[in-house]
């Protein structure tokens, strides 16, 4: 079945260095979504990409759409202790039906 | 500012019951999905509701179902549980079944904690 992975699972940074994580799908997707998750706390929406090659930015994070719409990336910029929590991408598929799939995540831990 | 709302926020159940979860989608969308989330995982989709019907479906078996009433409100049944039903039930609201276009995706609910003992 269609499966969004993320890498790294776990990153532990210094604050102030810099952090990425990668989304990776086994199919082409319609969209993507970006979502942070607190420890204890529930997913909320950061951003959406939808175009081929799309990049966005948020301060200091940076979202970007792959050229083949299956893969994304979320870049942090001089993380800070508020950037802890998990980060979930989601696919937009209509292959078939239209649903979202989540990412495995990347737990980011910032060492003050 | 009515977000999405879940209730309850913690239950216990024994094997073998029935669960009956409930959601009150944010103000102005019409369309609820229900994603589980184990330990450590990313969300689950379960299903999604929209129009008082059931639109899309995970991988999930017939012992999970759920309805949508008129006002938007949904619930998640879940029958006969097992162990392994034991989790975070979200739930998801937004305007219209499919996201594209506008910058806005899902709002989640805090949760409902299930655990099955």
């Known amino acids: 079945g269609q499966q969004v992975m993320q890498i790294p699972q776990y990153q532990h940074v210094q604050e102030g260095e810099d952090f990425t994580t990668y989304c990776n799908s086994s199919?082409?997707?319609?969209?993507i979504q970006w979502y942070k998750q607190r420890p204890g706390g529930h997913p909320v929406f950061l951003i959406q990409l939808v175009k081929s090659g799309e990049v966005k930015k948020q301060k200091r994070l940076t979202f970007q759409f792959g050229e083949a719409k299956k893969n994304s990336s979320l870049h942090i910029t001089a993380t800070q202790t508020t950037d802890v929590g998990t980060y979930f991408c989601?696919?937009?598929?209509?292959?078939?039906?239209?649903?979202?799939?989540f990412g495995t995540g990347t737990r980011l831990k910032v060492l003050a | 500012d009515a977000g999405v709302t879940q209730s309850p926020t913690h239950l216990i159940k024994t094997r073998g019951q029935q669960v009956t979860l409930r959601c009150s989608p944010k103000s102005g969308h019409d369309t609820v999905s229900w994603y589980q989330q184990a330990l450590g995982q990313g969300p689950q989709f379960i299903f999604q509701?929209?129009?008082?019907?059931?639109?899309q479906r995970g991988n999930f078996p017939d012992r999970f179902s759920g309805h949508q009433f008129p006002n938007y409100s949904s619930e998640l049944n879940v029958n006969a549980l097992l162990l392994g039903d034991s989790a975070l039930y979200l739930c998801?609201?937004?305007?219209?079944?499919?996201?594209?276009?506008?910058?806005?995706?899902?709002?989640f609910g805090s949760g409902t904690r299930l655990t099955v003992v």
């Open positions: 989601a696919g937009g598929t209509t292959s078939g039906t239209y649903k979202y799939i």
């Open positions: 199919t082409t997707l319609s969209n």
């Open positions: 998801a609201s937004s305007l219209g079944p499919f996201i594209l276009g506008a910058n806005y995706g899902y709002t």
């Open positions: 509701y929209y129009e008082e019907e059931e639109r």
